[in-house]
């Protein structure tokens, strides 16, 4: 029987999840997200060609596996046929392999207005991509779904209505002019050829592949410390990263998830606004940023850059039933002289385990054992503590450089 496995990030976004996803799903039928919107960004590096995805899974730059936009993503049209059409270009097919669920919520250009304004006065630090606001007209019961593409006459009064719904907040509240809404109906339309060839009922096509025995890889976007419930609230994305979001966002119930994998760095890093416990200002920070090249995939934003935070790691492995962990950028802590664990909190404050570091070069290697013992050190201390092994070391950016354990 086929093995069907969830793959997460356990801090803030960024933990590498594109690389392991294309590593993973080469003996994969099916790759599918279920939640997040365009302000993903999965990169994945191949015989020195750098791929970042953004909508798409990342299994699609494997010729035999099938990808799956679930319904708990937020599209945004545009973006999402100019992935296409990029990847398309190298030679990927989407003919019989790529599906998209009707039941997604479209991203529109008052949305992405909206949430430009709106962060302008709340400093949570949004992509600006109007992720947050079509969530909120999906839990409003006000979205425009791809499926609504189906029927030209009713999409038109459904954009009317929800257009004149959101001119009134540019204009009363934020006192921005409004959108003219036939060019946001002509601009939906414009990419009607995406419902035409890759619109399905999703929760039938995954029960069909279930009943199948396809194996199933779920893909995670962001991170479980940015889930709408569970993050560092209210600095936190629109949708639920956490495990339970694959059942909400794809309509397949949790006993069909075998393994989950969690992935987290071998230190910190954080986008954006929000709390950052184990945040570094000085030099350490500064080594970590330039060796991790930390800068968005999907922003180019500078990431925040600290050590590893124990204590949250292992709450964001019982939140999530993790069985496996990965850990990845080993590689980027190799000239650190002194490296630093957060292992529990003192009035806030985060106390800390010393490591010497390993000095010693560990991209590239692929076997356990030859690993620097230093650096072994601090992973069995890591696995210890938050009472999870780690199957997956990741000791660069291609898709070979990972010890399988």
């Known amino acids: 029987m086929s093995e069907n496995t969830l ?118 630090g949004t992509t600006g991509r109007g992720i947050g606001p079509a969530y909120e007209d999906k839990i409003g019961r006000r979205a425009i779904r791809l499926g609504d593409l189906g029927d030209l006459k009713s999409l038109k009064e459904k954009i009317y209505s929800l257009v004149k719904y959101h001119n009134r907040l540019l204009e009363n509240i934020y006192q921005h002019k409004p959108h003219d ?63 339970g979001g694959v059942s909400t966002g794809l309509g397949i119930g949790p006993k069909f998830i075998d393994k989950i994998i969690g992935i987290t760095k071998a230190y910190t890093t954080r986008v954006g606004e929000g709390p950052f416990p184990t945040e570094l200002h000085d030099e350490s920070g500064s080594m970590l940023a330039q ?60 106390v800390y385990k010393n490591f010497e570091g390993w000095l010693a070069k560990t991209e590239g290697i692929t076997t356990f054992s030859d690993l620097p013992e230093k650096a072994r050190l601090y992973i069995q201390f890591v696995e210890e503590f938050v009472e999870c092994s780690a199957s997956i070391i990741s000791t660069g950016p291609s898709r070979n450089q990972t010890i399988l354990r």
Not at 202 to 214: E, G, L, R
Not at 308 to 313: K, N, R, W
């Open 291 to 350: 060796k991790g090249n930390e800068f968005g995939a999907t922003t180019g934003r500078p990431r925040r850059c600290g050590w590893l935070d124990l204590v949250l790691l292992k709450k964001a492995i019982f939140m999530n039933s993790v069985t496996d962990l990965c850990i990845t950028k080993l590689d980027v802590l190799d000239e650190m002289q002194e490296i630093k664990v957060c292992t529990n909190y003192h009035n806030g404050v985060p």
């Open 7 to 124: 793959i997460l990030g356990l801090q803030w976004g960024d933990e590498g999840k594109g690389k392991i996803v294309d590593n993973l799903s080469e003996s994969i039928d099916v790759v599918c997200r279920f939640q997040g919107g365009h302000n993903a960004g999965h990169t994945i590096k191949v015989n020195g060609q750098k791929t970042v995805l953004h909508l798409i899974p990342s299994g699609i730059l494997h010729n035999n596996t099938k990808c799956l936009i679930g319904n708990g993503v937020v599209l945004a049209l545009d973006a999402l046929y100019k992935e296409i059409k990029h990847l398309q270009a190298k030679g990927i097919s989407f003919k019989d392999r790529f599906f998209i669920s009707s039941a997604c919520s479209l991203i529109l250009p008052t949305h992405i207005t909206l949430d430009i304004v709106k962060d302008k006065k709340e400093s949570i």
């Open 181 to 243: 809404a036939d060019e946001v109906f002509n601009e939906v339309v414009k990419y009607k050829e995406l419902h035409d060839k890759y619109c399905i009922d999703s929760p039938q096509t995954m029960h069909q592949w279930i009943k199948n025995d396809k194996s199933i890889l779920f893909e995670g976007a962001q991170g479980t410390l940015l889930d709408i419930d569970h993050g560092t609230y209210p600095y936190v994305t629109s949708s639920s990263t956490t495990a």
